[in-house]
Nanobody, 122 residues
Framework: QVRLRESGGGSVQAGGSLRLTCTVS???????LGWSRRPPGENSEGVAA???????KYEYSVKGRFTISKDNAENTLYLQKTSLKPEESAMYYC?????????????????WGRGTQVTVSS
């Protein structure tokens, strides 16, 4: 199966930046990829997504601040996060699927990483 592993999380001050990385192994061709986050005690929500053609989609609140990208040769997914807000503290997960029409819905994804923690302090 496809395997995903996130890295790059950590603690930052409000307004700071982080770059999350997801390494993808297995059958990566034609994968739809995305990032979701799960605050403590809350449900997961989609943050950003990118399909096999490079088309991107963002949750409204992160537009202009977060950028999702991928390196196809290295099978690596990125989420560049700038101007971080305390309410964006969460466990961030990389996810993948071969199908699905709602790229920002976590239930659309089949494969998941184990998460990387992001803590934004005020």
């Amino acid at each position: 199966q496809v395997r995903l592993r996130e890295s790059g999380g950590g603690s930052v001050q409000a307004g700071g930046s982080l770059r999350l990385t997801c390494t993808v192994s297995g059958a990566a061709d034609n994968l739809k990829l995305g990032w979701s986050r799960r605050p403590p005690g809350e449900n997961s929500e989609g943050v950003a997504a990118i399909d096999s053609y490079g088309t991107t989609k963002y949750e409204y609140s992160v537009k202009g601040r977060f950028t999702i990208s991928k390196d196809n040769a290295e099978n690596t997914l990125y989420l560049q996060k700038t101007s971080l807000k305390p309410e964006e503290s969460a466990m961030y997960y990389c996810a993948a699927s071969y199908s699905g029409s709602d790229a920002l819905n976590p239930s659309a994804y089949t494969y998941w990483g184990r998460g990387t923690q992001v803590t934004v302090s005020s």
